[in-house]
């Protein structure tokens, strides 16, 4: 089994920041690529963030010089730093990381956080 817990959600003012965590735990044995996507009411999921496991990283046009992503491959974790947070970013925001388990090095498979929600009062 493997599982992703997320932390750091919240409610902020405009203009402030906020630190996301998602930590992998459970039969992983490498982790691919690790991001972040967020879906907002009435709207589809979207990209956020992501980084492989080299370190290069991709943002989204919307968070490009605002939020920043980077990863603890010996915690196996990820984290999304979030600076200048504008009332648009409101979404519950997810982790994603696509990891080769224990037991099964030849398939790589993509897991889900359970979602926390941040939001962002103007």
Not at 105 to 119: D, L
Request: aromatic share 8%; proline share 2%.
């Amino acid at each position: 089994q493997v599982q992703l817990v997320e932390s750091g959600g919240g409610l902020v003012q405009a203009g402030r920041s906020l630190r996301l965590s998602c930590a992998a735990s459970g039969s992983v044995l490498s982790i691919n690529v690790m991001g972040w996507y967020r879906q907002a009411p009435g709207k589809q999921r979207e990209l956020v963030a992501k980084v492989t496991s080299d370190g290069s990283t991709n943002y989204a046009d919307s968070v490009k010089g605002r939020f920043t992503i980077a990863r603890d491959n010996a915690k196996n974790t990820v984290y999304l730093q979030m600076n200048s947070l504008k009332p648009e970013d409101t979404a519950v925001y997810y982790c994603n990381a696509n990891i080769i388990r224990i037991g099964a090095p030849s398939v790589a498979r993509n897991y889900w956080g359970q979602g926390t929600q941040v939001t962002v009062s103007s």
